[in-house]
């Protein structure tokens, strides 16, 4: 008898633990059941998985059970031009500690989230784009009129995330008597920004007017417009992947019909941010 | 407890009512100087709490959320039971080798903070590639809750089987039961019964260590109330509903614990306690 | 293991500061210990109290307190108490945290002291009390001269497990913008992830050194003070 239970619930931990570890497996299974929508909307066979964030709003972030952002709606265009309709598009949660392995395992077959092309990242994963120049800026209360760049935060107030390089760059290179509060989001500064308790949020321009353009802050807090450095958001490939010149095509195209634009207006637009237009909108870099 | 004192007589209840009155008031005091407070900041704002009241929330965000954390929860508590039994029976191996190490191992993992397997489990699986990026956090959160919390039922058993009467080992080694059997059938059978509440006490500690997970980017309920007041810019009031869901679920455990107490007394020769044992209680006693 | 893989490994000590980390950690623990071991005799007191109202807000303060995680507590007491309340502990930036770390760590584990002292307190033998009133003494003094200082004697190992828990929660304090031993750990793995094992031992066993001195005190602590009935 007590036998009897102990096996049984050994089987239980055991099915538990395949069924915890598994849950990614079964990703092939509705390859073939979506195949009927193909021919209507795209022409490309199965599904295609695209890493976003989930938590940033404008960018990438779930509303519900939808998905919104430029990063998404970038995602889209480039897939519908690749031949997939949105029925076909599996989004997956892209962490950014995370997207190189998603990558390499061949997890997600394109990575939309805030993925700035660097040298060090070359090594172990390729880029198609960039489809966004972004730079690091500050969010201020929107009445603020005293901080205009970086070095105006002497003596400030600054919030960031836990080990964010535009913090450090701030204090390293512009104002080194900075008072930096670190938080686990971005959301987070932003609430210690509109009660009044830091001056400034920093991270890169687009992610903080994503933030700004969240209705509950819209009118609270602004993008200061001054950024100070440059990060070339890039799509995430892996290093074997082929698709490279045709998303390069699509982002050309979507820039030259205007979508791009309009993408960018529709999520980000209502923080009333523009984008840097000395390097807005880019050229695609030559596939490698 | 009403022995500790003399029942209040009228003059003492007299003053107890004054002081009671002055309590409320200066309780009153701060609730509504905190509240003004905030409804300055505009966090009262019907806006920013009504949306809890909507299915949105729930539905996407927090009974997901609420799910992830209930799956780790779970996983951990199976996984640490298996384990606890590993290494309790190791710490009441008649080898020394084998007491040793698991003795070892044991207070090794009760020393380190779960915070710290994580983070380790985190980074380290991510970088190994053996499993799914997408599954690393969840084992990770499960990796670091079953090493904690597996040694510590590993050492209840042992406490608990220490705690039993000599003469239900005697009994079993005189009908001819040999070391191991004693073991298995008599003693930690026992053991687990009489240490049921303290174990009980532990899976509010792993369900409230599951949060942790949120620093790992496990996408449980405090991680789902993050994004949720992310996107609505109500992350304070997400998070003050999801602490609420917290204590309501861990109250239940509490009191399922103590209930448990009350209960289990006669099942066992040993004595039903509701703390776990102290770290490093073995040094000198085995 | 040859050479150059232990230089390489020493080198990262050099670049980063393992053991002000850890102070931070032990400083944590040490303030917050005191202030929790004060709050949570004031809850014990009140939970045994003879005033209805007093044990109920103890009960409460308890139930409310051990069962939110210490993460939740953590970001309430910098985004709730200094973000929106505008409570300051210090003029100076980075202390002002440390401090609301030690009041959110010190609030949290006041509940798990009080808890440890009532089970002290339920070691302490009813004739005790009864010997006490029966000498006319009220509440207030048999507690004090009577009760208490018998139950903290009982209560020495679940005191110790409290502190031991209180120090490794310390890292939570990563939370509420302290530079503390885990988000170092973090940092030193992203930059060195090639010697992932070697770093996590390193801290893993800095808070083995801290925390089984803690164990092995209060063991034979709780051993020499048992009072012998």
Same mark, same amino acid.
């Given at each position: 008898m007590r036998r009897g239970r102990l096996v049984l619930a050994l089987a239980a931990a055991a099915t538990l633990t395949l069924a915890g570890c598994s849950s990614g497996g079964d990703d092939d299974a509705d390859a073939g059941a979506t195949s009927e929508e193909t021919e209507a909307s795209g022409g490309a066979e199965g599904t295609i998985k695209i890493g976003i964030k989930f938590d940033q709003p404008g960018l990438g972030f779930q509303e519900g059970s939808e998905y919104t952002g430029f990063d998404v709606?970038?995602?889209?265009?480039?897939?519908?031009?690749?031949?997939?309709?949105?029925?076909?598009?599996?989004?997956?949660?892209?962490?950014?500690?995370?997207?190189?392995?998603?990558?390499?395992?061949?997890?997600?077959?394109?990575?939309?989230?805030?993925?700035?092309?660097?040298?060090?990242?070359?090594?172990v994963?390729?880029?198609?784009?960039?489809y966004f120049v972004a730079g690091q800026d500050l969010l201020v209360a929107a009445d603020d009129d005293t901080i205009t760049g970086p070095e105006d935060l002497e003596g400030k107030n600054l919030c960031s995330v836990t080990g964010s390089t535009s913090a450090q760059r701030i204090k390293d290179e512009y104002a080194t008597g900075t008072n930096l509060l670190e938080q686990p989001g971005y959301a987070e500064c932003v609430t210690a920004l509109t009660a009044g308790t830091v001056d400034a949020v920093t991270t890169d321009d687009i992610i903080l007017a994503g933030l700004a353009a969240v209705p509950a802050n819209e009118g609270k807090v602004k993008v200061v417009g001054n950024p100070f450095s440059e990060e070339n958001y890039g799509v995430g490939i892996p290093k074997e992947s082929d698709k490279c010149e045709a998303?390069?095509?699509?982002?050309?195209?979507?820039?030259?019909?205007?979508?791009?634009?309009?993408?960018?207006?529709?999520?980000?637009?209502?923080?009333?941010?523009?984008?840097?237009?000395?390097?807005?909108?880019?050229?695609?870099?030559?596939?490698? | 407890?009403?022995?500790?004192?003399?029942?209040?007589?009228?003059?003492?209840?007299?003053?107890?009512?004054?002081?009671?009155?002055?309590?409320?008031?200066?309780?009153?005091?701060?609730?509504?100087?905190?509240?003004?407070?905030?409804?300055?900041?505009?966090?009262?704002?019907?806006?920013?709490?009504?949306?809890?009241?909507?299915?949105?929330?729930?539905?996407?965000?927090?009974?997901?959320?609420?799910?992830?954390?209930?799956?780790?929860?779970?996983?951990?508590?199976?996984?640490?039971?298996?384990?606890?039994?590993?290494?309790?029976?190791?710490?009441?191996?008649?080898?020394?080798?084998?007491r040793t190490v698991s003795g070892g191992v044991v207070e090794f993992f009760r020393a380190v903070p779960v915070l710290l397997m994580m983070i380790f489990f985190y980074l380290g699986l991510g970088q190994m590639r053996l499993i799914e990026p997408s599954d690393v956090p969840l084992v990770a959160v499960v990796l670091g809750l079953t090493f904690y919390n597996g040694s510590v039922f590993a050492e209840l058993i042992r406490s608990g089987v220490h705690g039993l009467p000599k003469g239900q080992r005697e009994a079993a080694l005189a009908v001819g039961l040999r070391d191991v059997q004693s073991l298995r059938l008599i003693e930690v059978p026992q053991a687990v019964i009489a240490m049921l509440?303290?174990?009980?006490?532990?899976?509010?500690?792993?369900?409230?260590?599951?949060?942790?997970?949120?620093?790992?980017?496990?996408?449980?309920?405090?991680?789902?109330?993050?994004?949720?007041?992310?996107?609505?810019?109500?992350?304070?009031?997400?998070?003050?509903?999801?602490?609420?869901?917290?204590?309501?679920?861990?109250?239940?455990?509490?009191?399922?614990?103590?209930?448990?107490?009350?209960r289990v007394g006669r099942r066992t020769a040993g004595e039903a306690r509701a703390e776990a044992p102290t770290l490093v209680t073995a040094i000198g006693k085995d | 293991m040859d050479d150059g893989f232990l230089q390489q490994f020493l080198s990262l000590f050099d670049e980063f500061d393992v053991l002000a980390a850890f102070w931070v950690n032990i400083q944590l623990t040490f303030y917050a =210990?005191?202030? !929790?071991?004060? @709050?949570?005799?004031?809850? /014990?007191?009140?939970? +045994?109290?003879?005033?209805?109202?007093? *044990?109920?807000?103890?009960?409460?303060?308890v139930t409310l307190l051990r069962n939110t995680p210490l993460t939740i507590i953590m970001v309430f007491c910098v985004l709730g108490l200094w973000g929106q309340l505008g409570l300051t502990l210090s003029p100076d930036f980075q202390t002002?945290?440390?401090?609301?770390?030690?009041?959110?760590?010190?609030?949290?584990?006041?509940?798990?002291?009080?808890?440890?002292?009532r089970s002290g307190v339920n070691t302490?033998?009813?004739?005790?009390?009864? =010997?006490?009133? !029966?000498?006319? @003494?009220?509440?207030?003094? /048999?507690?004090?001269? +009577?009760?208490?200082?018998?139950?903290? *004697?009982?209560?020495?190992?679940?005191?110790?497990?409290?502190?031991?828990?209180?120090?490794?929660?310390?890292?939570?304090?990563?939370?509420?913008?302290?530079?503390?031993?885990?988000?170092l750990m973090k940092t030193m793995i992203e930059f060195r992830p090639d010697v992932i094992l070697a770093i996590f031992l390193t801290f893993a066993l800095g808070f083995v050194l801290i925390v089984v001195p803690i164990g092995l005190a209060t063991t034979s602590l709780s051993r020499r003070l048992a009072v012998s009935r």
């Open positions: 709606d970038v995602a889209k265009f480039v897939a519908g031009e690749l031949g997939y309709g949105e029925d076909q598009i599996e989004w997956v949660q892209s962490p950014s500690a995370q997207r190189e392995t998603l990558l390499q395992n061949g997890q997600v077959d394109m990575i939309f989230a805030t993925y700035s092309i660097t040298d060090k990242r070359k090594e994963v390729s880029f198609a784009g960039p998303i390069n095509e699509a982002i050309t195209k979507m820039i030259d019909d205007g979508t791009w634009q309009e993408l960018l207006d529709k999520n980000v637009g209502a923080s009333g941010y523009q984008a840097n237009e000395e390097l807005n909108p880019p050229t695609p870099a030559a596939c490698a | 407890m009403s022995t500790l004192f003399d029942v209040p007589g009228p003059v003492a209840r007299r003053r107890m009512v004054w002081v009671n009155i002055a309590a409320t008031v200066a309780v009153a005091g701060i609730g509504v100087w905190v509240l003004t407070r905030l409804g300055a900041k505009g966090q009262l704002d019907a806006a920013l709490w009504k949306p809890f009241l909507t299915a949105n929330p729930w539905v996407n965000y927090l009974l997901p959320g609420l799910v992830e954390t209930l799956k780790a929860a779970g996983i951990s508590i199976v996984t640490s039971a298996v384990y606890g039994f590993v290494f309790g029976l190791g710490r009441l191996s008649s080898s020394k080798i084998v509440p303290a174990i009980a006490s532990q899976l509010v500690v792993i369900l409230k260590d599951t949060a942790l997970g949120v620093i790992i980017t496990y996408p449980e309920l405090l991680d789902a109330a993050r994004r949720y007041g992310a996107g609505n810019g109500n992350i304070l009031q997400s998070l003050v509903v999801a602490a609420l869901i917290f204590i309501v679920i861990n109250y239940g455990l509490t009191r399922l614990a103590e209930a448990l107490a009350g | =210990a005191i202030i !929790a071991l004060v @709050l949570g005799t004031v809850l /014990a007191v009140m939970r +045994i109290s003879p005033v209805p109202s007093l *044990r109920w807000a103890g009960a409460t303060y002002n945290f440390f401090r609301l770390a030690v009041l959110g760590l010190s609030i949290y584990h006041a509940a798990f002291v009080c808890e440890a002292l302490v033998p009813v004739g005790q009390a009864e =010997a006490a009133r !029966a000498i006319g @003494l009220s509440f207030w003094p /048999a507690a004090r001269l +009577i009760i208490l200082p018998q139950a903290f *004697r009982g209560s020495v190992a679940p005191l110790g497990n409290v502190l031991i828990a209180l120090t490794k929660n310390s890292t939570v304090a990563a939370a509420a913008s302290v530079a503390e031993a885990s988000g």
